[in-house]
């Protein structure tokens, strides 16, 4: 098989399905799992693919909510290593907010079986705290959002409103410095925007792809967030810009440059 056909072959796999694994498509194409990386490599660097560690995902319309199943996989270490820096911000009797993003999701995975209030819109993270007896898990219920796994509409949003909400834990599409934090749909925006607007405290878990980002909707400004909570791979004058505006950063270097 010629490399161009090669190409359009996976570009047809990555469109149809929405993501193709390195193993899968050198399985099926026949070729060594180097050769499809140095493709998925080019592809990337084309703009036709997404680039993802094991594999590659479908570029997305930015007005559409990329499914979860898919969203929790990319930059997936990354996200692990921020959901271990944001527990530690975690004490007994918080009353918290979890929004639906997949790095909650995976902060969700690692918080202990503590005396915790846990409000969140996501399914994904209601069934994943299922196994912890001493916390509290509340559903805003709301409007099914099949994509991302959670509730939106204004039931949602009302339902945030009974709560005393010390910490919030979410994420986002896009982080640009001077426009903000932004989202895909109106919807998801201001569910983030009025969780943000009730909790004394606003930690942005966010990896390195994230930043200089601009998505369809901003629903909050930069200074609005309280802590960053970010991977070793994010520049380090980005971060320095958000500590001169008052925001404390913290990033996986950290734990990785002075283990426990």
């Not at 990319?74 to 692990?80: A, G, Q, S, T, W």
């Not at 709560?163 to 919030?168: A, C, R, T, V």
């Not at 599409?173 to 569910?191: C, Q, Y």
């Not at 943000?196 to 942005?204: C, H, K, Q, V």
């Amino acid at each position: 098989m010629l490399t161009v056909e090669r190409h359009r072959d996976i570009l047809s796999r990555v469109e149809t399905s929405g993501s193709a694994t390195v193993k899968g498509l050198a399985r099926d194409l026949e070729v060594a799992e180097e050769t499809i990386r140095r493709d998925l490599e080019k592809l990337s660097g084309e703009g036709r693919l997404i680039r993802i560690r094991g594999g590659a995902l479908r570029i997305e319309d930015d007005r559409r909510e990329i499914p979860f199943d898919i969203r929790e996989i990319v930059n997936l270490e990354e996200k692990r290593a921020i959901a271990a820096l944001a527990v530690r911000h975690l004490a007994e009797g918080d009353v918290i907010a979890l929004d639906a993003s997949s790095t909650a999701r995976e902060l969700a995975r690692v918080i202990p079986d503590i005396p915790l209030t846990i409000v969140t819109n996501s399914i994904a993270v209601t069934t994943t705290l299922m196994d912890r007896s001493r916390v509290r898990v509340v559903s805003t219920g709301g409007m099914l959002d099949s994509p991302s796994l959670s509730y939106i509409g204004s039931p949602a949003e009302e339902a945030l409103e009974r709560f005393n909400i010390k910490k919030l834990f979410l994420s986002c599409k896009g982080f640009d410095l001077s426009r903000g934090l932004s989202v895909a749909t109106d919807e998801h925006a201001r569910i983030k925007r009025r969780m943000m607007e009730l909790a004394e405290r606003t930690f942005l878990l966010i990896d390195n792809s994230k930043f200089g980002v601009k998505a369809v909707e901003f629903f909050a400004s930069t200074t609005d967030v309280d802590v960053v909570i970010t991977d070793s791979g994010t520049d380090p004058g980005m971060i320095e810009k958000l500590k001169k505006m008052g925001i404390v950063v913290e990033t996986t270097r950290r734990q990785e440059e002075n283990p426990q």
